[in-house]
């Protein structure tokens, strides 16, 4: 792996003002959907059903509003970490200075990339001026309440894919808050390389913000068009283990569609798909292009090529596999010294923990995982 | 690999009897469904178009049936070899006998297992009755046109998995002709864990004949319900390319829904949907059944066991790492001196030829990818 470390270059300076980033952390609102009241106009809380009229003293059912989200699947582990609630009894993950003790002090994170908690099935709301508003809405409620609280602090902001030219005007208008490093695409039933999403790659990369996609959206909500391969699972457990097919269907349909020739600064993040599908995906999207090449003329490299250059993955959920050598080998293969990023999913249950995760790791690339593969991928934003 | 090797047991002498089995070989109807009158009763020969009445002497378009087929994409590579017409000019892999010399003897393949190929897609049928009045006649065409003309041909029976009754009684019907060795199930939209499939495998188990899945029946045919995870593909490489995604989902299913306890006997064979995604999937699924076990009791074993003992793969389309190091670590991850069988996928675009597939793989287990674990899948019948 040597020689593939000298290829990506010497490490700057830059790289070591942090001790480890993570990119991966969700915050959770602490009074629900009315907690975006005061970024609404008043129209916009009429729109959502958020106005003064109603009683939005608790949390969460009272709103005419809801943002979809997976409800399909019973987790018996419990979706957040219980010992993520801070000392005020609030929701887990829905305190900004108790995460900062909890996960930052505590691992030594000096950069945590915030995904938003409620707006992950942002993309299964069939309105799109809705979604909009929501997006926008959220933004600002970030921007205030948690990227204010510590300077460690950075964050996705989040647009509604149904509108794309209004998603890009979110971007531009969010982004302009240096906060902000990159932008969650909550996914709809459209797969990415589809030209439904070129006002946002444009919007993304005139920022140089990175797309990131995380589970658990349309995907992870739809009866009745199956949420993954072949059928819909019946067990959460099914669902879980399979979702890293909706990373693998999204990164091919990125590649044969050209987007990364068309938006040839445009780079996706993909948090919590996992790793072990790489080499399945390069190793059959490289063999079938060669094979297939007049139907997709504008792919002129090796699609691992493109992937190497322009996608980036997230630690978490790490593989385990029983050897330790065959995850170094899939990091290998995975070009992880360019490619991967730690992630914990704090406050998720099943967050990994970075001294155990990192350990696992080759040693020669854990500190491009823990810091610099960050930096490149989020710039000086971060 | 070699500990590993020596708990498969010794060779037994009949594993020596063959040079090489080619598990993934399609016949193909030189008149289309017209084939199929001989076989069926006049009430049948009504119900599904193929009455006197018509003119059938061409193929293809003037039956009142026709088995769906994966018509959504273009793959302008060719579905089929054109080198493999015989030469009175009939289609491709329609003529035993040329079939027999071209792809038998020219590779010196001692068995090879058929796998029909017009129906394939027959669990996309809405009909169940046509589906198992096809599948019937099309058993009773196969046995008297191809097994009958080379005693190397072993066949797959297939079954309508629709109507799971019949499929069970069609399996006891024609699993009496001990040249079919396994049983060809077309998926349906159905995950095959499901209940809905158990008197399949029953009867499947009753006989000892494995369970066959091969891509593009109903997951390669819908477009309204997307065939893969995410959204519809849009290019026949994305599609192609993504197809294991289908694979990957019904082995979850078949682990998280016990079927491997319940049908401790049944064998499942995964033909032609790649090898690259089998990490993937023991990891997330080993770790995630440790982690949610109260939603699947009665997965008693690591998943990674159960598919060691009870899946078994084809090695058509062989991943092509540009390290053929890294295919040998996924022979190892996958237990491949267990789990692979030779297939060639003949005659389709991307067959893959003998002397370059076994040479790719680690010698050590040439010799039961080639034979052995063939022989240990189809039992005495092969």
Known sequence: MTELLAEVGPDTESHHRYRLVDCDVHPIMRGG??????????AGRRRLGLDERRDLTTTGHREAVSVPRNMLYVNQAGVLRDDARAPDGSAPGADPAFTAQQL????????????????LGLGAMPDPDAAALIAAAYND??????????????????????????????????????????????????????????????????????????????EGIFRTSPPLAGGTPTYYVEWH????????????????????????????VLTEGGLGWIPDVIWRL??????????????????????????????????????????????????????????????HWDFDDPR?????????????????????TYGDRL
Chains 1, 2 share one sequence.
């Open 33 to 42: 959907m009315a907690d975006l009241r005061p970024h609404l106009s008043s």
């Open 104 to 119: 930052l002090d505590a691992n030594g994170i000096d950069r945590a990339v915030l995904i938003g908690g409620e707006v």
């Open 141 to 218: 409620w970030l921007a205030a309440t948690w990227l204010e609280a510590d300077e460690r602090y950075r964050a996705n902001l989040v647009v509604g894919a149904q509108d794309p030219s209004a998603a890009a005007a979110e971007i531009r208008r969010s982004g302009q808050n240096p906060r902000f490093v990159a932008v969650l695409l909550p996914l709809t039933n459209i797969l990415m390389g589809q030209r439904h999403y070129y006002p946002i790659y444009e919007a993304a990369a005139e920022l140089g913000l990175p797309i990131t996609v995380h589970p658990n959206s349309g």
């Open 241 to 268: 283990t399979g979702l890293s097919q909706v990373f693998q269907a999204n990164v091919i349909s990125l590649v044969c569609h050209g987007v990364f020739e068309r938006f040839p600064e445009l780079k996706v």
């Open 286 to 347: 490289d063999k079938n292009v060669r094979g297939l090449r007049d139907e997709v003329p504008w792919v002129k490299r090796l699609p691992s090529e493109y992937i190497a250059d322009h996608v980036r993955f997230t630690t978490q959920p790490l593989p385990e596999p029983r050897r330790r050598h065959h995850l170094h080998v899939l990091c290998e293969i995975a070009q992880a010294e360019r490619t991967l990023m730690f992630s914990s999913d704090y406050p």
């Open 356 to 376: 155990h995760a990192l350990t696992a790791l080759p040693a020669e690339i854990r500190q491009r995982v823990s810091v610099d593969n960050a930096v490149e």
